[in-house]
């Protein structure tokens, strides 16, 4: 992880498992706002907020489930 991104962290955070889990919701909540920003602007569909964060349960829920490893 780039020294830049695990500055916004510090140690106090936790494990290496749960830094993983909060970029993975980083990542994807910044994807899906801007998937929804381009479909009002580009498509001129509403912004629904609730369907934004759906959209990032079940894809966070979905990579996390995909990239874990078995105990």
Same mark, same amino acid.
């Given at each position: 992880?780039? =020294?830049?991104v695990s500055?916004?962290?510090?140690?106090?955070?936790?494990?290496?498992?749960?830094?993983?889990?909060?970029?993975?919701?980083?990542?994807?909540?910044?994807?899906?706002?801007?998937? =929804?920003?381009?479909?009002?602007?580009?498509?001129?569909?509403?912004?629904?907020?609730?369907?934004?964060?759906?959209?990032?349960?079940?894809?966070?829920?979905?990579?996390l =489930? =995909?990239?874990?490893?078995?105990?």
């Amino acid at each position: 992880m780039p =020294a830049w991104v695990s500055s916004f962290f510090g140690s106090n955070l936790g494990s290496k498992e749960e830094i993983a889990r909060i970029l993975s919701y980083v990542a994807f909540t910044c994807w899906h706002i801007w998937k =929804a920003r381009c479909n009002f602007v580009f498509d001129n569909k509403s912004i629904s907020p609730y369907r934004v964060i759906m959209s990032i349960l079940t894809f966070v829920n979905g990579f996390l =489930a =995909a990239t874990c490893t078995p105990e």
